[in-house]
């Protein structure tokens, strides 16, 4: 069956250091790739989308890479803030479209 | 700045009871989306619509329904309440998976 993986466990680190979170999908085959923010009590904000063609994205501090061979994304927060703690998901269309499936989410926290 | 609006942040109803959730946008989005969250799980797909008056059972649409009467708005409905339906909803609308879902705040539903 389709299946997405984020680490469950929480990821701390240091206010300046870069976070990165990953996300592994089985039995898919996606056209594209996205990223949510979810801060604790409210709905996700999407963040960014990658094509399967496109080997890296980047907004400001952000950067997404997407590897369709080893079936994985990496989401990266350089310079990372206190104001990035929150939970990210990933999210694959299902193959034959229409439907969106969202990885459990990995909890961020940056110490001050 | 577009929107998806929740009726509702927190609502405590008891067993047995008809619940309506409603979710109003306002992007002329055709596709809507019924999900709910809880801790470890994930977002699950409840219901979606692709269309006014079309619905499609998601991954658990069991002791629930939907209605689409109108583009904007996308009601899900707990035809009789029970406490395994205490949960964080979330409503969801898209122009296409490329182009990102936009969220609403979510309602927290208790059922005692």
């Known amino acids: 069956s389709q299946k997405i993986e984020q680490n469950s466990e929480a990821l701390n680190i240091q206010e300046g250091k870069t976070a990165t979170l990953t996300c592994n999908y089985t039995?898919?085959?996606?056209?594209?790739l996205q990223w949510y923010r979810q801060d604790p009590g409210r709905g996700p904000v999407f963040l960014l989308l990658?094509?399967?063609?496109?080997k890296e994205k980047r907004k400001e501090r952000l950067k997404v890479t997407f590897d369709t061979t080893l079936k994985q994304s990496l989401f990266h927060i350089t310079a990372s803030q206190p104001a990035d703690s929150a939970t990210y998901l990933c999210?694959?269309?299902?193959?034959?479209?229409?439907?969106?499936?969202f990885g459990a989410g990995t909890r961020l926290f940056v110490k001050a | 700045d577009v929107k998806v609006t929740q009726s509702s942040r927190y609502l405590v109803k008891r067993t047995g009871e008809k619940v309506f959730l409603e979710c109003v946008q306002d992007?002329?989005?055709?596709?809507m989306f019924w999900y709910r969250q809880d801790p470890g799980l994930g977002l699950r797909l409840i219901y979606f619509?692709?269309?006014?008056?079309?619905?499609e059972k998601g991954d658990i649409p069991e002791g629930y329904s939907v209605s689409r009467e109108k583009k904007e708005r996308f009601s899900l409905i707990l035809e009789s309440a029970s406490t395994n339906q205490t949960s964080m909803y979330l409503c969801?609308?898209?122009?296409?998976?490329?182009?990102?879902?936009?969220f609403g705040s979510g309602t927290r539903l208790t059922v005692v």
């Open positions: 990658i094509r399967e063609n496109e």
């Open positions: 999210a694959l269309e299902e193959t034959g479209g229409f439907k969106t499936i």
């Open positions: 039995n898919y085959s996606p056209a594209y």
């Open positions: 619509s692709y269309d006014v008056k079309m619905k």
């Open positions: 992007m002329d989005h055709e596709n």
């Open positions: 969801a609308s898209s122009l296409e998976f490329r182009y990102g879902y936009t």
